[in-house]
């Protein structure tokens, strides 16, 4: 399923197997031939998310980068597949977890030893297959010009340490990763470079942009007011966070 949020803004729906399947966000206008994959998903999921982004007119050529919003397995899994599909296709991460990438430590990606085992017995995964060097890393704080579209690139750790969002402020429109969902969830905290504390100030960070169309990587998305939604999570979730 793939739906328009905005103008120049998609959104490809997860499709759950044995772990979320990450959402798929398309940046970038219709004419410019310049389009963004925000995530990628699990594993075999990459044919999905190219053909629904193809069913709106957008040629596999035309997508010239995938940014993530961190490395876990539910959003890097068929990132292999898809930079298979598309040649010459970019990989923008953050800086922290761009390094553990060209390092081929993979800690990030799977988050804990017993998500490591559940899905390698799911599935066939060869060792070397994350081994990806980034064509760009990000610090935060840079305005991308996505496809005709300004985001700010956020730095938000505590899910994962290069944990990011993207703000685009004219549609205040915040594209969060795991770090907060709808309905009062937030991402794990005790995964692999995770962290309670950096997620309270993220979250507080987050609250404070003046979202209205919140777009996080599972569940629903919340096209317009989604501040006080956001607000109250944050305040229901600083106790916990210390």
């Known amino acids: 399923m793939i739906e328009k949020i905005v103008e120049g803004v998609y959104w490809i729906a997860g499709k759950d197997k044995f772990l979320p399947d990450s959402h798929v966000y398309l940046i ?18 990459g044919s999905y998310k190219l053909s629904e982004i193809e069913s709106v007119g957008v040629k596999p050529e035309y997508i010239k980068r995938v940014i993530l919003t961190h490395t876990h397995m539910d959003h890097i899994g068929c990132l292999p597949e898809i930079m298979k599909a598309i040649p010459g296709l970019e990989v923008w991460v953050h800086e922290e977890e761009g390094n553990y990438m060209e390092r081929g ?10 998500f490591e085992s559940m899905i390698r017995s799911q599935i066939s995964i060869p ?3 994350f081994n990806i060097k980034p064509n760009r890393k990000l610090k935060g704080g840079e305005v991308l010009n996505l496809g005709g579209l300004p985001f700010k690139v956020i730095h938000i750790p505590g899910h994962s340490i290069g944990s990011i969002g993207l703000l685009n402020e004219a549609h205040k429109l915040f594209i969060s990763g795991d770090t907060i969902y709808a309905d009062g969830a937030i991402g794990r905290y005790d995964l692999f470079t995770a962290d309670a504390a950096q997620m309270k100030n993220s979250l507080e960070l987050i609250a404070n942009l003046g979202i209205d169309c919140l777009l996080p990587c599972h569940n629903r998305v919340v096209k317009s007011s989604a501040g006080p939604m956001i607000r109250k999570t944050v305040t229901n979730w600083a106790p916990l966070l210390t």
């Open 28 to 45: 970038g206008l219709p004419d410019s031939r310049d389009f963004t994959m925000v995530d990628c998903g699990l594993m075999d999921m």
């Open 105 to 114: 430590d993979d800690r990030v990606i799977w988050g804990n030893k017993m």
């Open 127 to 129: 060792q070397d297959l």
